[in-house]
C-alpha cells in the first residue's frame, strides 16, 4: 500500500508539477497584487487624507474627461494608498481608470492591471469554456491526495519538523527541504482544500447552490418612472446621496465598492464594508432607485443565511486580505512555501530520472506531455484574451513575456541545467 501512495504522490508530481506551479505561484502573487500595481503604476498612487472628496465631484471629473462613455463599475479599495478603480467602457471597449478618492482628479487610464492579470490567471488559466475554471479546482483534490499519500508513506513524519539535512548532499537536502515544507505549509494547505471545494461546488451548481450565494442585480419595472436618454442618465445620479442612504441602511456601513446604474432599467448597487469581520464587501450589498432613491433591497452580512456567509468569507480566506497588509504577508510567505514543495518535488523526481539514465534504466529523460499541453495552452489564449479582451499595450505584452521567460529560463537553469551539470562531474570524477 504504502509503495502504491508513493506511486500516486509521484505521478501527480511528475504529470502535473509545472501546471501546479503556475497556478500556485500567480496565487501567491496575487495576494500582493494591488501592492505591485502602486509599485507598477504611479498614476495609480494616491496620497492617503484624511477625508474623500465628493464622489459626485469624481464623476462629474470623469464625465468631463470621458464624455461618451460610462461607469460600469466603481471600486474604492481597502488600501488608502491606491486610487478609485472605474471600469470604463466606450465603443464597446473597456479599459480602467484611475481617480483620486481625495481630490477627485482622473490621473490616468489602463487597459490593464496587474490585479485582473492575476486574478485571470490564477482563477481559470486564461482557458475558456469554463475549461480553466475546473482544471484550477482539481488542483485543489488532487494536492490532497498528494499529501495524504505524502503522510501515510513517510515513516514517523512528526519526528521530522525541525530536521533539515544541509550536509549530507543535494539529493538528501532536497529530499528533506521537501519533506519539512510539505509538513509546515499542511494547515494552510488543507484550508486552501477545503476553499477549493467550496469554489467547485458553487461552479457546479451543486445543490442548487449558485443562485443561493449570488442574487442577481435588480431591475426596476420602467413604467411606473419618468425615462431617461441612456447616454446622459448615469451622469444625473447623485451618488454622495446614495451613499449616504445606503450607509443609513445597514449599521456600521461604509460604502466601498458601488455597481451604477448604466441604464434606466436598473438600480444602484452599492457594497462595503461593516462590523462584521471577515466577509467581503459584497457581503453587505443595498440596491437603490435611482430615481426616487428609495431602498429597493438590503443584504446584511449581520442577517445573512449561512450559505451566504461562508460564501462570502472564503476569497478574504483564499487571497488573506481579511486582515489587511498583515495576513496577506504571511499568505505570501505560505504561498511561496507551497511553491518551493512543488519546485523540490520536481527537482527530486529529476534527479531520479537522470540517475536511472546514468545507469542505463532509461533511454532519455522527457517532458511529459500534459504539463506541455496545458502550459502551451495557457499561454496561447492568455495571448489571445491580452489582445482581444484587455488590447493589452506592446508594453504590457513585453513585460509579461519578458516576466514568464525569466521564470521559466531560471526553472530550466535549476532543474534541468543544474543537474545535468552536477552529473556530468561526477561522471568525470568516477
Not at 465631484?57 to 470621458?66: G, W
Not at 501515510?152 to 512528526?158: A, Q, T
Not at 489587511?324 to 519546485?343: A, D, E
Request: aromatic residues 16%; hydrophobic residues 45%.
Amino acid at each position: 500500500m504504502k509503495k502504491k501512495l508513493f506511486l500516486i504522490h509521484r505521478w501527480i508530481g511528475n504529470q502535473l508539477g509545472i501546471l501546479f506551479f503556475i497556478i500556485c505561484f500567480s496565487g501567491t502573487i496575487s495576494t500582493i497584487s494591488h501592492e505591485l500595481d502602486w509599485l507598477i503604476q504611479s498614476n495609480y498612487r494616491a496620497t492617503p487624507q484624511s477625508t474623500f472628496v465628493s464622489r459626485n465631484v469624481i464623476l462629474n471629473n470623469f464625465a468631463m474627461t470621458f464624455p461618451k462613455a460610462k461607469i460600469t463599475y466603481w471600486i474604492r479599495h481597502d488600501e488608502p494608498y491606491l486610487c478609485d478603480l472605474l471600469y470604463k467602457e466606450e465603443n464597446n471597449k473597456l479599459s480602467f481608470v484611475f481617480a483620486n478618492p481625495y481630490t477627485g482628479e482622473i490621473q490616468g487610464e489602463t487597459s490593464l492591471t496587474a490585479q485582473l492579470y492575476l486574478r485571470d490567471l490564477h482563477y481559470y488559466l486564461f482557458i475558456p469554456f469554463q475549461i480553466g475554471n475546473y482544471i484550477v479546482l482539481l488542483f485543489g483534490f488532487l494536492i490532497l491526495v498528494s499529501v495524504i499519500s505524502a503522510l501515510y508513506f513517510y515513516k514517523s513524519w512528526w519526528k521530522k519538523l525541525f530536521t533539515l539535512d544541509i550536509k549530507k548532499g543535494s539529493n538528501k537536502f532536497s529530499r528533506s527541504l521537501h519533506r519539512l515544507v510539505g509538513l509546515w505549509t499542511i494547515p494552510f494547505i488543507f484550508l486552501i482544500v477545503i476553499i477549493s471545494s467550496w469554489y467547485f461546488a458553487e461552479r457546479a451548481n451543486i445543490a442548487g447552490m449558485k443562485p443561493m450565494v449570488n442574487p442577481k442585480h435588480i431591475k426596476l419595472d420602467i413604467l411606473n418612472y419618468q425615462k431617461e436618454e441612456k447616454s446622459s442618465f448615469p451622469f444625473t445620479i447623485d451618488y454622495d446621496k446614495a451613499v449616504k442612504i445606503a450607509e443609513e441602511a445597514i449599521p456600521h456601513l461604509k460604502v466601498k465598492n458601488i455597481s451604477p446604474a448604466i441604464d434606466s432599467t436598473e438600480t444602484i448597487y452599492l457594497m462595503g464594508n461593516s462590523n462584521i469581520p471577515l466577509v467581503r464587501q459584497r457581503a453587505n450589498r443595498v440596491y437603490i432607485n435611482p430615481y426616487n432613491y428609495k431602498v429597493e433591497h438590503i443584504q446584511s452580512a449581520a442577517t445573512s443565511t449561512t450559505i451566504m456567509w461562508i460564501n462570502d468569507i472564503v476569497d478574504p480566506l483564499h487571497f488573506g486580505y481579511w486582515g489587511g497588509i498583515t495576513t496577506k504577508i504571511i499568505w505570501f510567505i505560505f504561498g511561496l512555501f507551497i511553491s518551493i514543495l512543488i519546485l523540490s518535488g520536481i527537482y527530486i523526481s529529476l534527479k531520479r530520472k537522470a540517475r536511472l539514465k546514468q545507469n542505463g534504466m532509461i533511454e532519455k529523460i522527457s517532458v511529459n506531455a500534459i504539463n506541455t499541453i496545458i502550459t502551451s495552452c495557457l499561454f496561447y489564449f492568455m495571448l489571445k484574451r491580452l489582445q482581444t479582451r484587455y488590447e493589452a499595450t506592446i508594453l504590457a505584452h513585453c513585460v509579461i513575456v519578458i516576466f514568464w521567460t525569466a521564470v521559466f529560463a531560471l526553472l530550466y537553469y535549476l532543474l534541468v541545467f543544474k543537474i545535468r551539470k552536477t552529473r556530468s562531474v561526477e561522471n568525470k570524477i568516477n
